[in-house]
């Protein structure tokens, strides 16, 4: 498999998003996805009203996916460099 860590990233993000809509008035779950999620560290910032879950949820599995896809290529490039 050529993307593995992208794909495994990706589901963790989608876990992480779908744990949060489901269990989001329990605290621990809160902090966990509030810790976990690097676009909403910065989302809060850029909205002075509401914060769109939709949104916020479709940056944070984008952003787990781009993490995969680099450490993939990552990995790529060091196995043809060792090679």
Same mark, same amino acid.
């Given at each position: 498999?050529?993307?593995?860590?992208?794909?495994?990233?990706?589901?963790?993000?989608?876990?992480?998003?779908?744990?949060?809509? #489901?269990?989001?008035?329990? =605290?621990?779950?809160? @902090? %966990?996805? &509030?810790? $976990?999620?690097?676009?909403? !560290?910065?989302?809060? #910032?850029?909205?002075?009203? =509401?914060?769109?879950? @939709? %949104?916020? &949820?479709? $940056?944070?599995?984008?952003? !787990?996916?781009?993490?995969?896809?680099?450490?993939?290529?990552?990995?790529?490039?060091?196995?043809?460099?060792?090679?």
């Amino acid at each position: 498999m050529r993307y593995k860590y992208t794909l495994i990233l990706t589901i963790i993000g989608a876990a992480l998003c779908l744990i949060h809509y #489901i269990g989001h008035e329990y =605290d621990p779950i809160y @902090l %966990l996805f &509030y810790s $976990l999620s690097v676009p909403a !560290w910065f989302y809060p #910032i850029f909205t002075y009203t =509401d914060v769109n879950p @939709l %949104l916020l &949820y479709f $940056l944070t599995t984008l952003s !787990w996916t781009v993490m995969g896809y680099v450490i993939d290529r990552f990995s790529i490039y060091r196995q043809s460099r060792s090679q």
